[in-house]
């Protein structure tokens, strides 16, 4: 069955002592809250800025369902790279998730599709799951552009992969527009791109892999409107920014299946 997740990026937030109050929050409630629904209790990640990485999921281990991810790693695996966190050292600290390509890091840092899919395949390669970010910035989609790029996004960082890698890895679609705005993509906007790259999915492997395959959608997605992006048969959970910072908030939308 496909695996359902909600997952918090903290983003450059919160002091260590913060993080790590909120680290246990999630922790003691997804302990003691099993949800019994249908899809079963989702899987919940929280992408923690690099410093926390290690007491953050100390701090969690041994939480079923739980796991921490870094927000970003670089294409090398070691060397003068000043500044720098490789997928190793990532692995090695008992991590198992990394976000590639983040919109803030295509567009602060300049990471093209072409060094995403490096990260990608650094990762797999150390065993670390890539949680994909794809996502048009407001004119791509106001021109009609939004298929196509996101479409570019996806086959240039991830459909080199072969089957077996790829159902390893995880999308998630974050309309640029929708980010940090308030402003969320409508259930029917999210449900028609998923929809669409599940289409590509299908299409570049089978059926039976795209029906496997988890997609989150991230953008102003809060405590109030995840359950209705989520009822969407092609949205399977989400990628949160500034509601994953509240214990609360975060918690609501863990429960919002
Ligand atoms: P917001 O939920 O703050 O809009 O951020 C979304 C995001 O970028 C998650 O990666």
Known sequence: MRKKIVAGNWKMNLSLTEGLELGAAIAGFVKNNPLDN??????????????????????????????TGAQNCHTELKGAYTGETSVKMIQSAGVINVLVGHS??????GETN????????????????????CGEVLDERNAGNHFDVVKEQIETGLFW?????????????????AIGTGVT???????????????????????????????????????????????????????????????????????SF
């Open 161 to 177: 992969l072969s089957e077996e890698e790829f159902a390893k890895t995880i999308i998630a679609y974050e309309p640029v527009w």
């Open 104 to 109: 803030e890091r295509r567009s602060y840092f």
């Open 38 to 67: 249908l899809n079963g209790q989702p899987d919940v990640i929280m992408f923690t800025p690099s410093v926390y990485l290690v007491p953050v999921t100390e701090k969690v281990a041994g939480t079923p369902k739980l796991s």
């Open 114 to 133: 072409e060094v995403l899919a490096k990260k990608v395949e650094i990762a797999l390669a150390n065993g670390v799951t890539p949680m994909y970010c």
């Open 185 to 255: 993509a409508s259930p029917e906007q999210a449900q028609e791109m998923h929809a669409y790259i599940r289409k590509l999915i299908s299409e570049k492997y089978n059926p039976t892999v795209a029906e496997n395959y988890t997609i989150l959608y991230g953008g102003s997605c809060n405590a109030k409107n995840a359950a209705e992006l989520f009822a969407n048969k092609d949205v399977d959970g989400g990628l949160i920014g500034g509601a994953s910072l509240q214990a609360e908030d975060f918690c609501k939308i863990i429960q």
